[in-house]
């Protein structure tokens, strides 16, 4: 292939270009990642840049023994786990049926679905109907309004359409009803999205932060993200325990640097995952939407 | 007519009854919250519920024009919204021309990685790590320091509010706001580029008259929707970067209808509030889906 000096020229100032803004957007996330491994008084003497000056784990140890971040740690585990099966499972159930030209009530739903994606009701409305419900100060709030996501639903309902006819209508001659067609021939077929929209769910629940905020006023209630958020802004609450500041190997802002990390190495650890089906899942969503 | 509607439901029901779970979340849900939207034109009771609560009409939306909080939300409102379509909408295009043109995929992995990475995070982690940044003794002002400048607390300082805003737009999202891009872009014929090689058309050339204009479609399509969600700026991250020193940059609609229908209880007033921000970005996508079908055949419907 013929190429010009300047093309290569060209080529290679893009290239460029490009390695320093992945640095750069990695350099807020690797300074913290510093700050956290710290000590206090390197910190304090504006030390640390993008590497750990007087190395120490103290404040990781020190916020590694906080039960009450375990807590909310296992509480946001639990609820994402759980919601994501749920919210597959509901989205599957409405999905199904949808994919069917025999299911009568199919346009009539589809609108619904597609109006419940367009229009979002005011906040004040919503948490004033979920209150109603029952939601308020339950951490159920956690889980059940995440179960079904329209956007989703339309992904999967899509997946679904593509099955070839002659299989299920084999399958209905040997006796097979529409439960066990979806459970036993259709769901194991659709590994690809259901893995894409497990992660969709997934990451939204994980990175939940207005519902708690307003409904959970209970901090035995607290999901990580609301815990964190105390941590970033009330010094009280991150430092309670602390016996005395003076000997101290950590201050604020180390201990905010660790749960701030410790929040990051989950999504990291479920990286190379949420990439891959994320992408997978946008270009579905961007050919349908 | 009676049996062969009883003969169709002993083989169909079992889809009804799949559908029922669905159906009944999205009216509790979504539909119920949507008509609840009635409160804005009643004076909402506890007691009462949306559907008996007294009528009022416009009251609350009276009081909203007049209220002098309004004005300053709204206009903060409308500032932000703007940075982020003039500021912000733009980044995702750009990077993704440059990043189809890096040649080695291992490189380009590498590269996309790095600027998607930053989308998985919470906005409560990223204002964790902007506050850190911006801390007295962060990356900023040690680097500040080097060149001799005082220390800066950008984040209680209202005149940085907007930049900031601005800046997280861009780091957490515009990486990933490239993937739609990488798509639209990968599906370009490449006899195109072929042809235009054999006529001597030069990278930049190519990127001008073949790549930019196949992406014009899709842009158009991104662009109208971000115009309906012109006012809807994202309430966890201007929540989570917030300082009470910042309000007065920083206070937008998603906040204010947050502490006075939510903390103060003020729920008609703030339903109004909501509304309002709805109806605008309905109309906002109505007009430039019309002018969008003018100027081109493109557009959402």
Known sequence: ?289 | MRTAALQRMKVYWPLYAMAIPGIVFLILFKYIPLAGAVIAFKDYSVFKGFVDSPWVGFKHFETLIHHPDFARVFGNTMILGLLKIVLVFPVPVLLALMINEIRKSALKKGVQTALYIPHFLSWVIVSGIVFDFFSLSGLFNVVLGWFGHEPVLAMQESGYFRVIYVITSIWRDAGWGTVVYMAAISAIDPQLYESAMIDGASKVRQIRHITFPLLLPTVLVLFLLEIGNFLDLGFDQVFNLLTPMTYSAGDILDTYVFRTGIQQAQYSFATAVGLFQSVIGFILVFVFNRLSRKVSDGGLW
């Open chain 1, 1 to 289: 292939m013929f190429e010009s000096r300047s093309e290569k020229v060209f080529v290679t100032a893009v290239t460029a270009l490009l390695i320093l803004l992945s640095v750069l957007a990695l350099i807020p996330l690797l300074s913290v990642v510093a700050t956290s491994l710290s000590s206090k008084s390197a910190v304090d003497m504006n030390l640390v840049t993008l590497w750990p000056k007087q190395l120490t784990l103290d404040s990781w140890r020190y916020i590694i023994d906080r039960p009450d971040l375990w807590r909310s740690f296992a509480l946001t585990l639990g609820s994402t786990l759980i919601g994501t099966v749920l919210a597959l499972l509901m989205t599957a159930l409405l999905a199904y049926p949808l994919s069917k030209p025999e299911f009568r009530w199919g346009g009539v739903v589809m609108i619904a679905v597609v109006v419940a994606m367009i229009f979002k009701a005011p906040i004040v409305p919503y948490f004033l109907t979920l209150r109603g419900l029952g939601l308020y100060n339950n951490p159920l709030v956690l889980i059940v309004p995440h179960v079904l996501n329209p956007f989703n639903l339309i992904i999967m309902r899509t997946f679904f359409k593509q099955f070839s006819k002659e299989l299920e209508e084999a399958a209905f001659l040997e006796g097979c009803g529409y439960f066990r067609m979806l459970f036993q021939f259709v769901l194991p077929l659709s590994k690809a999205v259901l893995a894409t929209l497990a992660l969709f769910y997934g990451v939204v629940l994980w990175n939940q932060f207005q519902h708690p905020l307003l409904f959970l006023q209970n901090p035995d209630w607290f999901p990580l993200q609301i815990k964190i958020r105390q941590f970033i802004t009330d010094d009280n609450v991150i430092m309670s325990g602390a016996v005395s500041s003076a000997d101290l190997n950590y201050n604020e802002r180390t201990l905010r640097a660790v749960t701030v990390i410790f929040a990051i190495i989950p999504i990291v650890a479920a990286y190379p995952f949420l990439q891959k089906y994320f992408v997978k899942g946008a270009m579905i969503g961007s050919v349908k939407g």
